[in-house]
């Protein structure tokens, strides 16, 4: 039987990352596009190119019964200017080629009329301009759909992950190559929070595509992953596992007031700005349609993904190694 090939767009990164070792786990043939392809082909089917010419993406398209658009602007500069012209390139090879498209979705969609149980349905009604154009793609997803395209959206909280960098686990609540020996929670005390660690996350999704065929054309999903009940859970694992390792870890309060500070000049510490009302009031994602095509969710037992988490941030000393 000949294998299945997906195209990964955003393979470099995180989630495009994980989703391809993932597939590749699965039985999957994996291709993906990159203006400078690694070194280390890991497997991966790599072809020179760029997500926001629709030419290129529909060259590596081809033959693909799935695209991963898991793909940011490079830098993540230029949110407004690159996104949606990305995703409408993905639609045009999806509609060329007759792929399913698979978009990692997001909480930013929500305002918090929909809180604090927000199934698929709920209206999106965001207060922060990413969210906006998030809503905007999942618009133009649906669209495609009703054009007669498939589409599967499965919407997580905050990844983190040992290889995922660019997310508030590794850039907020500890910091890479650094020991946590503090452990910045941006959390208001008490709301609670929702967390997702990615090969959880990228393993459902692959799970999802298999049963692609008795699926909606515009399916969405809600994984559920961690739901920190305080919102200090995270904070306090990470200090458990740190301990485990030697490390005396204190919790303390992230700088809001810095990033308060510097918004007006600088254009992520605005956006991190308009994003605060996610942390200062519960939101947690209704995943009962997930389990009813599932059954359950994959879930690493969570002190088990801190730790491996930690360790792939190198923020923990690497396990030494054993010999028979």
């Not at 033959?63 to 490079?74: D, E, F, L, T, Y």
């Not at 998030?134 to 997580?156: D, K, S, T, Y």
């Not at 054309?217 to 485990?244: C, M, N, S, T």
């Not at 879930?299 to 993904?305: K, V």
Request: hydrophobic letters at 45%; aromatic letters at 8%.
């Amino acid at each position: 039987m000949e294998q299945e090939l997906a195209l990964v767009l955003g393979a470099s990164g995180g989630i495009g990352g994980e989703v391809a070792r993932q597939l590749q786990r699965a039985g999957w043939r994996v291709r993906a596009l990159s203006r400078r392809p690694p070194q280390d082909a890991q497997g991966i089917e790599w072809l020179q190119g760029d997500a926001l010419v629709g030419t290129d993406v529909a060259r590596a398209a081809r033959g693909c019964a799935v695209i991963v658009h898991a793909v940011n602007p490079p830098g993540y500069r230029n949110w407004a200017g690159q996104v949606v012209p990305m995703l409408r390139n993905t639609i045009a090879a999806a509609e060329k080629h007759g792929a399913l498209v698979r978009l990692p979705g997001t909480v930013y969609n929500y305002g918090p009329d929909a809180f604090p149980l927000v199934p698929e349905d709920a209206p999106q009604r965001p207060l922060t301009r990413k969210g906006a154009l998030r809503v905007q793609m999942e618009e133009e997803l649906a669209a495609h759909a009703a054009r007669g395209g498939r589409v599967l959206i499965v919407r997580a909280g905050d990844f983190f992950g040992p290889q995922a960098g660019n997310n508030w686990f590794a850039q907020g609540l500890v910091k890479p190559g650094r020991a946590p020996a503090a452990i910045a929670n941006p959390g208001l005390a008490g709301a609670g929070h929702q967390w997702a660690y990615l090969p959880d996350v990228a393993a459902t999704m692959v799970a999802l595509l298999a049963r692609r065929t008795s699926l909606a054309p515009f399916a969405r999903f809600h994984f559920e992953g961690y739901w920190d009940e305080d919102g200090e859970g995270l904070a306090r694992a990470i200090r458990q596992v740190a301990a485990k390792h030697g490390i005396q870890a204190r919790i303390t309060r992230f700088p809001w007031w810095l990033v308060r500070l510097m918004a007006p000049f600088h254009t992520t510490m605005r956006e991190l700005l308009e994003m605060r009302y996610l942390w200062r009031e519960p939101l947690r994602l209704d995943n009962a349609r997930l389990l009813a095509v599932l059954g359950a969710e994959p879930r690493t037992p969570l002190l088990e993904a801190v730790e491996q988490t930690l360790l792939g941030q190198g923020c923990l000393p690497a396990p030494a190694l054993t010999f028979a």
